[in-house]
């Protein structure tokens, strides 16, 4: 509805079955002048054919390693009234998401830091940070969890923490049994 933020979403690979212009090229003809900002640091080479277009704010991975980073107050100001957010579920897009919400400040000390250890797994993310990617990938599917890890995010409501970290206790017991099974 209204007005759309992108954020962490990958212009389409040229692969079978899917394409750029079977899928990105048609999402953004789809949602024309509500598409208020598109903010992506995956690597694709038809960024070039955005790179005048000030709605677009298109990296690499080698340039920006998390999205997050790249939501600015003076991205979202530029953006104006955002209607709709359609980010990526992992950690990245949802504290990409979390910091435009924030109007674009850091939803706490360090969350650009812990984005890009976890998107790019290296360095070592803040235990909050690591809860979280267990939780989301302990529940892939579960929609509500991942509203609840960006109103978390973006308000830092301490009760929402504890079924953030059933979820991730969740991926803990698959993990360690799924290492005791490859051993």
Known sequence: EGRVVVLDIAFAA?????????????????????????????????????????????ST?????????????ERVAMA???????????FDGLCAAAKWIRGGVEPYE??????????TRMGVPSERAATIDRALRGRPRDDG???????????????????????????RVMDTEARRLAK
Not at 51 to 56: C, I, L
Not at 61 to 73: D, F, G, L, R, S
Not at 80 to 90: E, L, N
């Open 145 to 171: 969890l991942k509203g609840m890890v960006v109103r978390f995010l973006a308000t830092g409501d301490r009760g929402l923490w504890e079924p953030i970290e059933k979820a991730a206790e969740h991926f």
């Open 80 to 90: 104006g009234t955002i209607d709709t957010i359609c980010c990526h579920v992992d």
């Open 14 to 58: 040229e692969t079978a079955g899917s394409s750029f212009e079977k899928v990105t090229k048609r999402f953004i003809d789809g949602l024309g002048p509500r598409l208020a900002m598109w903010i992506d640091h995956h690597d694709h080479v038809r960024h070039a054919e955005y790179a005048s277009d000030p709605r677009f704010v298109l």
């Open 110 to 119: 360090g969350a650009d830091a812990d984005a890009r250890a976890i998107d």
């Open 61 to 73: 991975k080698a340039e920006h390693p998390a999205c997050p980073e790249m939501v600015t107050p």
